[in-house]
Nanobody
Framework: QVQLVESGGGLVQTGGSLRLSCAAS????????MGWFRQAPGKEREFVAG????????YYADSVKGRFTISRDNAKNTVYLQLNTLKPEDTAVYYC?????????????????WGKGTLVTVSS
């Protein structure tokens, strides 16, 4: 079992920045690929970014490339998502996810563990 707890969400103006954190605990979280998803009101949950266990492989959704940065600190069992140049359409609940394969996390089909989410609201 792996437990994931997100933090760092909040209200920010267009163009602003936030850093989300996902603290992992339980069974060797550093072995898992990690990802961030988001779900906007009335929309389906979507993949945002993912990172391999070692941190050597990273994927981003096209909508966030160049604005968001995912990273991880395995010594702290924490994954981060730096959100820059935020837009109102980035408003969503952001979820942390863990799984054995980054490819299946990216596809949305291989998530073994989910956090409860943290709300990001971008005002125009």
């Amino acid at each position: 079992q792996v437990q994931l707890v997100e933090s760092g969400g909040g209200l920010v103006q267009t163009g602003g920045s936030l850093r989300l954190s996902c603290a992992a605990s339980g069974r060797t979280p550093s072995r898992y690929a990690m990802g961030w998803f988001r779900q906007a009101p009335g929309k389906e949950r979507e993949f945002v970014a993912g990172i391999s266990g070692s941190g050597g492989i990273i994927y981003y959704a096209d909508s966030v490339k160049g604005r968001f940065t995912i990273s991880r600190d395995n010594a702290k069992n924490t994954v981060y998502l730096q959100l820059n140049t935020l837009k109102p359409e980035d408003t969503a609940v952001y979820y942390c996810a863990a799984g054995s394969s980054l490819m299946t996390i990216r596809a949305g089909s291989g998530v073994d563990y989910w956090g409860k989410g943290t709300l990001v609201t971008v005002s125009s």
